[in-house]
Each structure stands twice: as C-alpha cells, then as structure tokens.
C-alpha cells in the first residue's frame, strides 16, 4: 500500500499484536524485516557493504533456522577478504569497488554519487531494498580493524562523500544505512569497551560528519554502533539516538541496530533503536515479557512499528524494475574511481610516469602483482566479479622495445628467506625500474582485530633497502588498511598508496605508472612516521572497559599542527604529474559575525604540461579563540580539472558553522575569535596563499556572581563596578572615588569576593549586602541578555 498517509500507518500499528508488534521490530532471519501478511505489512531484504553488494544465496534464498543463522554470520565476520573459500562460493558475483580508505583519497563527490548509482543498480538485480552502508567512523587511529571501510580522520570528507553515496542509492531506489552510530573506532573487545569521549570532540568530530551527511542527503536508516559511548551502549543511548540525533538533527527516518549489538532490548528501544537486526528468540522473547510487565511504553513500542512500516512503504514505492547490470561497466567504474583516487607519495627526479618508449625493461616484484589484496576482511567483504592482475596490466603495456618481467616474493605466511631477498637483487641487475608490489604485516587485520604493527610484511623492508642499495630504481607500490612505516622511503624513486582499490585496481595502478592517468588522490588521514607517533597511543586501545579518546578534538593533523610533529605524509598530500599555481585568493566579505558565512575565490592554474586535476583545500585558522582550538581545521574543499595553462576560479563556501566551536559550558556552538585566517592550501602542511577576515564575536552574558566569586569574575560583569561603589559609598559613608580605590585594592586576589572585601573592611559590610547586590545584578543581566 505505497503511499499510504501517518494516519493509516498508525491505525495498521492500532490493530497488531503485541507478538506482531515485536516481530516487526525484530528482524527476520539475518537480512529481513518481518512480514504480516494479514494486515498487508510487506518484508524488505537488506545486506551489506560499504564497496560492493554481498549476496549470500545460503543465508538469503534458502534461509536459516537459530542456530545456523549465528554460525552462518560468525563465519561472515571471520572470513579473510583472501580466502576463496565457503563466503565467496555461496555468495554472488558482484563488483568490488575501491575501499573506503581509497575511495576517500579521490575527495570526489561526482565519483561516489556514480558509485552509489551502481550499487542500486545491482541491489536492483538482486532483490534488494536496503543497503548497509555507508560507514564513516572517524580513522582517530591507522590501527584500526575497519579503518578500511571509512573515508577520513576530518569530518568534512566523511559528511560530503557519504552524503553523495546516499544520495546515489537513494535516487535511485535503494536505501542507504549510514554507520556505526557512534565512535566505532576500534575492534578490541568491540561489544564492551566503551569509547570514553569528551562532549567537545563527539560534536566537533566523531558526530560532526554523520551530522553533516544527514544534513545534506538523508538516509533512509542510521545504524548504531556496537560499542559503548561514555558507558552506554550505542544502541542503548538515549543522548545519542534521541537528544543529538532526534531532537537536534530532526532526524525521523529508522534506526537499526548493528548485528547483535542490542543487550538490552527494552533499553535499545526506550532509547530509540527501532530495529533490532538480525532475528534473535532470546531477545525477542525479553522484549514482550517487558511489555507484558509494563515496562515498556505503548507508544514508544508503537512508533518503532511505524517506522519499520514507513521504511518497507518507502522502499518498495521507490523500487524501481530490476534489470540485467551491466557489470564490464561497473568494472571499468571500479578502474576509473580506483585510479583516481591512487596517492602518489613521491616522486624522486620524475620517475613516473614510466615512459615504454625510453626504457628496455621492467622488473615486477611480490606476489601481489600476481594476486593483489583489493578489499579488507570483515562484512563488507564483496565476491569479485572479476579482478585485475597488476602484472597482467602492466606487461599490457609493454610492446616490441620493453620487456617486462616478475619474479615471486610472499606477500603473507612466512619471512622469505635472504636467498629469495639475493634472488630478487640479482633479477634486478639489468632493469631500468623495478616496481615492488608490498603489503602491511596481516596479523590481527580487519574486522573484529585492530592491527598491532604498521610495519610491511616480513622481510618486504630488508627487499626495498636492498634494491635501493644495490643502486636500482625502486618505484613502491603499497596495498595497507591505513597507514604504515617506511623507514626506507628516502631510498626510493616512488611510491604509489593504493590501500585496498577494489578489482579494477591493477588496471588503475597500471594507468597511473604510465602516465595514462595522471594522478589525483590525496590522503585524507596523516602518516606518521613510527606508530609511537599516532594521537592517543598512550591510552589505546583501554584498559579495565574503558578506552578514553585522550586527544579530544585533536584528531589526526589536529594533532601533528598542535605538538608541532612532522608526519611522514600530511593530511591531504598527494602529488601529480603536472604543477598548479595557486594565484589569488579574495573574500567576500572582509568581517565575520553572529549566524554570517563567507564565500573565498581561489584562481588556480596549471603551469605544467599536462592536463591534470588538484584539491584545493580550504583551512580556517582561528586567531585567539575564546576556547583552546586546532590550528587549523578543514571546512571546506574542491576538485578542478585543468588543461596546462588553464586557470579556474573555485569559489569555496564557508557556513557560519565553519567559524565555531562547541562550548559545553554554554551547550551550544559559539563564535568568539579576534580573526581568523583562511588558507588555501595543496595539504595541510603546504599553505598556499591566506587571508585574514576579522571577527565580530557574539556577545555572552557573563557568569552568574556570588559571594564567592573571586573579584576578577566580578570586574568582569560591567554592571558589578558601579554597584558595588555605590554600595561602599553608602556603607562606609565614603566618596566615590574612595570606594573605587578600596575596590582596587580586590584586584589580584583568589579569594572569594567578600572574604577578599572583609580584609579591608571588616563586618561594615556582610555577606548577606553583597549577596543581595549580585542576585540583583544577575537577574539584570539576564533580563539584557534575554
């Protein structure tokens, strides 16, 4: 009944069961809503990921009993992404798009809507209405066990690519699931330890992207977290999932638990968790004895229903007809957004691009070339459709002058011994450049363990010193989750980050190596150098339950800008094979105020040869902030093609949210700075042009006075000063001007303001005069901040 108006909704909800009731609320199966056929109550089918549709025939056409449905998802998260065994073999060919952790290094809105667009087509084929993604968790840390699902350590990228993924689902007919709702930052003990985060650095960054893509293209469904926030578990957070994302954001669309993430099932629902997936009997069977004993609130029960309701309504008047995917198209979307988003590190003498004409041979080594690690290991795990050979790709592009050849060195499994290190440096003796393919060490990687090292597989260190020392030119090609170390890095021509680049990535490696592509990914977290270096490593991952976010708001560059550390790679660094001109910078406005926004102009040219596409970046630096603030924040960014010799003027928007911060003495956002200096900029750590905007603060009400407060906090309030000299005056039967110089006299002191007072003045004045003055003057003064 497609269409139908909230009354009929209620009145469908009116005439349930409270069986039905809970059902409905409850899932069936792994991957489906309930169904209640006698009141025309359709069922939709959702399943994951973030990069790729996972089509499980044995958990979704035949279907599960209990027990086989828990076994059936516990091998799903234990499953490695290089297993080819029992995931893969019952689940359905689809394509694996670049991972989060690349995908996001493009900064391109356009390419995540197309990616959305091919993803409903595919949910499309297969039956599907809902899909289980996006996820942007904050990268707080490289080690992370999902950092490969998500965009970015800043929330602007995480808010603008999300919002574009939804908005490419969702247009066309699919639901999206925006997650994990919230500070799902680390996979040790996932389901237990609480992410201890201040209020400051949840509203500023881990809640300020998924605010900003709810904002800009909202989803159908937000999924919460499985781990606990400040002591309360995610699905079970009534300050999350009612006060912040409810009552602040306007949200009205469903909220859906992560799988087995709900402990409390009266709790989650109280809270606002409206669906609680997958089916479970025992919690179900908690549920309604809740209900039974009155513990559960009709109406709270009854709105979860009619947001299952209105959800099924919408996806199936949204369906669109189901249609053959044309999935050589998807494959050649997968090799464009992969090699667009590649990062090249560095690029010693214009190594790259390779040119097949100059050179007479090329040496390609590790395993990787051959079969190269494309995705992270987890739920998102997507079944290739089909999948690049690097090596292929490559020797693809080699022809009658250039040879190109590839010898084996393990990827994973074992240390290679130093005869298969001396092997790979003599096949090296006579090529022009040597690509060696590399991965991060693969102990405890992906969902459900957090990395413990950022070093690359064994041995692969001592294989890149050893070419490098043997005078050879080394061009590194990295597949990693996030970051690693490279402690080798100045020894080396190149290096390409490819972090996991889906199945068309050994054909976007490929362009990019020979100049077919030129590149134009950019980090979106920082490098650092060695791991003792990351924010917060001196309180990962917890201990005793409790894992406390011990940076706050200074995440990522945050950080690196604030200890003054020099990162191995800036946030937002990425080079290209042409050169731009950042030229001039103007301002619309040259004064900032209360609820105003400011537009900057940036002219960019491109003085190379080549065309090529940069990210202009746009950082505010606040100027004497009224509270302790980053050195500069990412508020805004831009893509722009250029041919050599073009220039373009990107015109950057500015919101008046992009000025504040969040004061949690005042529960609100708040401008107050002398100024703040927009930056233009290719990274964080390469500013190319400012400008400074003045700042008209807002105006606060000053703290509330008492006879205890000491006598700067009472100067501060500009009524306190004549009041209190009229009172001394009238008291002390003194002049004016005596009573100020007794005032003075207050100045410096820590005491309370009548014990500071009665030093010089004895019981002529109590306490109970000065007590009646500052409730007199505080109720003035909120009459003129009213």
């Not at 009929?8 to 005439?15: A, C, D, F, G, Q």
């Not at 289980?132 to 929330?155: K, Q, V, W």
Request: net charge negative; glycine share 8%.
């Amino acid at each position: 009944m497609p269409g139908a108006d909230d009354g009929e909704i209620r009145s469908l909800v009116t005439s349930m069961t409270t069986n039905e009731k809970v059902a409905l609320v409850s899932g069936q199966g792994l991957w489906r809503t309930a169904a209640i056929e006698r009141l025309g109550i359709d069922s939709i089918l959702m399943t994951d990921g973030t990069y790729g549709v996972r089509y499980s025939t044995t958990q979704i056409d035949a279907g599960t009993g209990d027990e086989e449905s828990l076994a059936a998802f516990l091998d799903l998260i234990n499953q490695q992404a290089d297993d080819k065994g029992g995931m893969f073999g019952t689940t359905r060919p689809a394509t694996c798009f670049p991972n989060g952790n690349l995908v996001g290094c493009s900064w391109d809105v356009d390419l995540l809507y197309r990616m959305g667009v091919a993803l409903a087509l595919e949910c499309r084929s297969l039956g599907i209405h809902l899909l289980l993604g996006p996820g942007i968790n904050t990268r707080r840390t490289p080690l992370a066990g999902r950092a490969y699902e998500y965009y970015s350590e800043d929330p602007v990228i995480n808010g603008d690519l999300a919002a574009a993924l939804i908005s490419g689902l969702q247009d066309n007919g699919i639901g999206a699931s925006l997650k994990h709702f919230a500070c799902n930052n680390s996979e040790i003990e996932r389901t237990t330890t609480s992410s201890d985060v201040d209020e400051r650095a949840l509203r500023e960054i881990y809640l300020a992207g998924f605010e900003r893509a709810i904002l800009k293209s909202p989803p159908w469904t937000v999924m919460s977290a499985y781990n606990p926030v400040n002591g309360v578990q995610a699905s079970e957070n009534q300050w999350l999932l009612k006060h912040i994302l409810r009552d602040e954001w306007g949200y009205d669309g469903l909220v859906l638990s992560d799988w087995h993430a709900i402990k409390d099932r009266p709790a989650s629902l109280e809270a606002g968790t409206d669906l609680d997936m997958p089916e479970s009997k025992p919690r179900k069977a908690r549920l309604l004895l809740a209900i039974e004993d009155g513990k559960v609130a009709d109406d709270i029960l009854d709105r979860a229903c009619e947001r299952v309701i209105e959800l099924a309504r919408r996806c199936h008047a949204n369906k669109m007809p189901a249609a053959p995917v044309d999935l050589d198209h998807h494959h050649a979307l997968a090799q464009q957004i992969a090699a667009e988003s590649i990062v090249l590190l560095r690029n010693e003498q214009q190594t790259l691009p390779l040119d097949a004409a100059a050179i007479s041979e090329i040496l390609v080594v590790g395993d990787g070339a051959l079969v190269p690690t494309i995705q992270g290991s987890g739920s998102a795990t997507t079944n290739p459709y089909r999948v690049d050979s690097p090596f292929t790709r490559i020797a693809a592009r080699a022809g009658e002058h250039l040879k190109v050849r590839h010898v084996p060195f393990p990827t994973a499994g074992r240390a290679p011994t130093e005869n298969e290190t001396r092997a790979v440096v003599d096949a090296a003796t006579t090529a022009d450049a040597i690509i060696v393919f590399t991965e991060n060490e693969k102990s405890r990687n992906g969902e459900g363990n957090d990395r413990d090292t950022l070093k690359l597989a064994a041995g692969h260190d001592r294989l890149i010193r050893s070419l490098a020392g043997a005078g050879r030119k080394v061009i590194v090609v990295l597949t990693m989750p996030d970051a690693v170390e490279m402690s080798w890095l100045d020894a080396t021509q190149a290096v390409l980050a490819c972090f996991y680049p889906g199945q068309g990535g050994g054909e976007a490696i490929a362009r990019v190596l020979f100049g077919e592509q030129n590149p134009c990914g950019k980090l979106t977290t920082t490098m650092p150098v060695r791991i003792e270096e990351i924010p917060g490593w001196h309180t990962y991952p917890g201990e005793n339950g409790r894992h406390v976010y011990s940076e706050g708001i200074f995440v990522g560059y945050r950080f690196y800008d604030l200890k003054a550390v020099t990162p191995l790679f800036a946030f937002g660094h990425g080079l290209s094979y042409t050169t731009f001109s950042y030229e001039s910078m103007v301002l619309d406005r040259q004064e900032i105020g209360p609820s105003m926004g400011c537009a900057a102009s940036v002219t960019i040219r491109n003085i190379g040869t080549v065309a090529g596409k940069e990210i202009v970046q746009l950082y505010v630096r606040p100027v004497k902030p009224g509270l302790r603030r980053p050195i500069r924040e990412l508020k805004v960014f831009a893509k722009v093609e250029l041919q050599p010799g073009e220039a373009k003027v990107v015109t950057l928007t500015l919101s008046a949210r992009d000025f504040q911060y969040f004061d949690t003495a005042r529960g609100t956002w708040v401008l107050d700075a002398e100024a703040f200096i927009i930056e233009a900029a290719a990274s964080s750590r390469d500013i190319r042009l400012e400008s400074r905007l003045a700042c008209r603060s807002e105006r606060f009400p000053p703290a509330a006075l008492s006879a205890l407060s000491p006598p700067a906090l009472v100067f501060a309030n500009e009524l306190a000063i004549p009041a209190l000299t009229e009172l001394l005056a009238r008291k002390l039967r003194i002049s004016g001007e005596e009573a100020i110089a007794i005032l003075e006299k207050l100045n410096g002191s820590f005491l309370g303001f009548y014990d500071t007072l009665s030093w010089y003045v004895g019981d002529a004045i109590n306490e109970a005069d000065i007590t009646a003055l500052f409730d007199t003057l505080n109720r003035r003064t909120e009459r003129i901040s009213a």
